[in-house]
């Protein structure tokens, strides 16, 4: 079915990408304007997989994460992760298993960061960037050369 995005994208804004997990999804846009980009969530939050601070399920797509530079998102299962700005990671939503990374087991309603090494190019790569890849419980980042 189509989604309203009325009143939340303007005319020179462009759909970058969708993200999906098992049941939430996250739309990216591209302003005009270089940094300008937002992300759109909506679908079921109960492990606080939109990031939005509770386990409510969003039936329309609300901005989440503006508080963030993001350069790269993946949805899991029931779970979102992120790089930011400055290469850090962090995760919202499912975490029985520990699967976000941030040290414990407990479901996270806000964005996180993750414990554990910081993102960096490993010597001898030049052009890098940071990739990010998410499964269904696991995520994984690793330098790329570009």
């Known amino acids: ?4 995005m009325k009143g939340k994208i303007g005319e020179d804004d462009t759909v ?12 990216h846009i591209e302003g005009q304007e270089k940094g300008s980009d937002r992300f759109f969530g909506f679908g079921r939050n109960d492990k606080g997989q939109l990031g ?3 386990n409510q ?3 329309l797509p609300i901005e989440i994460f503006s508080d963030k530079k993001i350069k790269s998102i993946g949805c899991g299962s029931e779970s979102t992760m ?6 850090q990671v962090w995760g919202c939503g499912w975490n029985e298993h520990g699967n976000i ?15 554990g090494v910081k993102t960096c190019t490993p010597p001898g790569m030049k052009n890098t960037k940071v990739a990010l890849a998410v499964g269904g419980a696991h995520y994984i980042v690793a330098p790329v050369e570009i």
């Open 1 to 4: 079915s189509n989604v309203d």
């Open 16 to 27: 970058v990408a969708v993200y999906c997990g098992w049941s939430h999804s996250i739309i």
């Open 82 to 87: 992120i790089i930011d700005g400055e290469d």
């Open 52 to 54: 939005t601070g509770n």
């Open 101 to 115: 990374g941030t040290g414990d087991k407990e479901d996270a309603f806000h964005l996180s960061p993750t414990r």
């Open 57 to 59: 399920h969003v039936n």
